[in-house]
């Protein structure tokens, strides 16, 4: 497939940022293909590395991971694209094998899809070694993780992109033009969250051929998230995965561009689902996994308020059988869009007091880049969105512009997931927001997607 995007779309917003975020001489003039490399190579690893092998404008050069099935099967994508073998490291397991990768000199970015433990301590060591990063959901764990992450980001000036796929949904990115043509007036209110039910992506039974469910295993017994994301809902109580959610929302109203999160706070209610989907699995009730205390609550809601006077609720919502929703709702003094059942409301347009289905206003405010591309997304994971993730990371490289989901939305989003894990260890207290752009948000300009 042929490199797709309008490079002005990107070296605009480039000029647009040129005065705030400087490309250090080296990033200095344009190029045609770009050398990636890819530490993870697991479920999600591997649909990034699809997204980058149908591109002509990517060598996938190095691939580092320490579970060989995974890294045998990321080989094989490769083959069947007929693409030469990257170099691989981890094949030894050991854990730091990704430096060798990084130190070699020969990339001009890696994607980062590891566990969340290790991406703070992986964008680190690229940035260091000035390897542009793209490093999947999320920043850090702790808040000093985020605090490391963006000094280093500064201190070395390498490029570093959140890979947050949802902000380029295409309804997500249709509902961007509506709050910038004004059709909802002055925003007052948004949600969004995480609600998802990741019973089967906690447990299963160990099989490599079989991710999802099947069976109660988790930690080293576990496979794939199994293996790791589990241990979160064991040690951690709070709004544990905030991107998919705030990202959009803090895209709608200028979070870090002309608007700021000044406070926080989060509730959790009782942990119950995932004992329960344990003892209700056959062997499940007589299993070790069934005497594991969860200490993550069912369904966490976080508040935040914004600097301009906006409320943003979020929730997290992984351990209840429900169908899969991300909740937004997006409200202004004239109308409100809401994505669960794909309606919306304006006053003066939409008959008072009902909802109008989303069809003829998503065809109407489609974005420019879904109209264009919608067809080269086709495919692609999650409904295509995983297309323009990799395409914006891949097209800002080769522009050396400004990332569009850049160091300071990385960490703002991220952070959510400490303090609001602070919040509900004090008792639900508010606390106060960090300025991670010291004072900068005033000044800097929106920039995702035009
Ligand atoms: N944006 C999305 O829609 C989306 C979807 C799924 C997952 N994710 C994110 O992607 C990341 C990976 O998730 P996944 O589902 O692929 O998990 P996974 O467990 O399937 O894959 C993680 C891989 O990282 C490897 N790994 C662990 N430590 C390593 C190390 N030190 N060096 C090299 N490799 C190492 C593991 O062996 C494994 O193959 C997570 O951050 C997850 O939150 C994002």
């Known amino acids: 497939m042929k490199s797709v995007f309008n490079r002005r779309d990107f070296l605009t917003a480039g000029a647009a940022l040129a005065g705030s975020l400087m490309m250090p001489t080296a990033f200095a003039a344009t190029r045609e293909r770009v050398r990636i490399g890819m530490i993870g190579t697991g479920m999600r690893g591997q649909v990034l590395l699809q997204e980058l092998l149908r591109r002509d404008d990517v060598e996938v050069v190095a691939l580092c991971d320490i579970e060989p099935i995974m890294l045998g099967r990321a080989l094989k994508q490769v083959e069947k694209f007929g693409k030469a073998k990257p ?33 703070a301590q992986m964008a680190i060591a690229a940035m260091q070694a000035k390897v542009p990063v793209g490093c999947e959901v999320v920043a850090g764990v702790t808040l000093q993780d985020h605090w490391d992450v963006l000094n280093t980001q500064l201190k070395t000036n390498t490029p570093y992109m959140l890979l947050e796929n949802v902000c380029f949904r295409r309804d997500v990115m249709a509902v961007l033009q509506m709050v910038r043509s004004g059709l909802f007036g002055e925003l007052i209110h948004l949600q969004g969250g995480y609600q998802h039910d990741l019973r089967a992506v906690k447990f299963n039974s160990g099989d490599p051929a079989k991710p999802y469910g099947g069976g109660v295993e988790f930690g080293a017994k576990g496979w794939s998230e199994a293996k790791w994301r589990t241990e979160h809902s064991v040690q951690r109580n709070g709004e544990l995965y905030p991107s998919h959610g705030i990202g959009p929302c803090a895209m709608y109203t200028n979070i870090n561009r002309g608007n700021r999160f000044t406070r926080i706070n ?26 594991t205390q969860f200490k993550l609550g069912d369904v966490v809601t976080t508040t935040l308020a914004c600097e301009n006077g906006e409320t943003i609720l979020l929730q997290h919502d992984t351990s209840l059988p429900r169908p899969y929703s991300l909740g937004f709702r997006v409200q202004g003094t004239d109308g409100l869009w809401m994505d669960v059942n794909n309606s919306i409301h304006i006053e003066g347009k939409s008959k008072p007091h009902q909802w109008e289905d989303f069809q003829a206003y998503q065809d109407k405010y489609d974005h420019p880049l879904w109209r264009k591309h919608a067809k080269d997304a086709e495919g692609a994971g999650h409904g295509g ?6 395409q914006s990371f891949i097209e800002a490289l080769k522009a050396r ?43 800097r300009k929106p920039i995702f997607a035009l």
Do not use: C
């Open 401 to 443: 512009a400004p990332m569009p989901i850049d160091i300071y939305d990385a960490v703002t989003w991220s952070a959510i997931t400490p303090l609001s894990e602070q919040s509900i260890a004090q008792n639900f207290q508010t606390l106060d927001f960090p300025d991670f752009t010291a004072g900068a948000w005033k000044t």
């Open 87 to 119: 170099k691989t490291f981890g094949e030894d397991r050991d854990p730091q094998a990704y430096k060798r990768m990084l130190d070699a000199g020969t990339l001009d970015g890696v994607i980062i899809a590891t566990p969340w433990e290790w991406h």
């Open 266 to 291: 989060s509730f959790a209610t009782k942990a119950r689902g995932l004992h329960d989907y344990i003892v209700k699995q056959p062997g499940g009730a007589n299993s070790p996994s069934a005497k």
């Open 385 to 390: 969105m995983d297309f323009f993730v990799i």
